[in-house]
């Protein structure tokens, strides 16, 4: 059965940093684009960034560009989000999902991060 699970998140001054992480179980990992969202309270989901299959190709929001950094390790089943400069604005739960044809296919159940203002 697939599976995901966030953690890493938490809460962290403005300017901090945290490193959030997405193990993946129950499907073929390495296959699958991937895809970092977000929801902070009371609104939509929000795209944060991709990474392609092999890792080799990252996409970010202009929001997120220049402070993030996604990366993936195969070998691991595993998805990351470095995080740094964090702002209120990045209050928000974070969630993973693999990708198909620009289609979430399933999530996990997030990790909450909190930047007070």
């Known amino acids: 059965q697939e599976q995901l699970v966030e953690s890493g998140g938490g809460l962290v001054q403005p300017g901090g940093s945290l490193r959030l992480s997405c193990a993946a179980s129950g499907f073929t990992f390495d296959s699958y684009r991937m895809t970092w969202v977000r929801q902070a309270p009371g609104k939509g989901l929000e795209w944060v960034s991709d990474?392609?299959?092999?890792?080799?190709?990252?996409y970010y929001a202009d929001s997120v560009k220049g402070r993030f950094t996604i990366s993936r390790d195969n070998a691991k089943n595993t998805l990351y989000l470095q995080m740094n400069g964090l702002k209120p604005e990045d209050t928000a739960v974070y969630y993973c999902?693999?990708?198909?044809?620009?289609?979430?296919?399933?999530w996990g159940q997030g990790t909450q991060v909190t930047v007070p203002s």
């Open positions: 990474i392609m299959s092999s890792g080799g190709t990252t």
């Open positions: 999902a693999p990708i198909y044809y620009r289609v979430p296919l399933y």
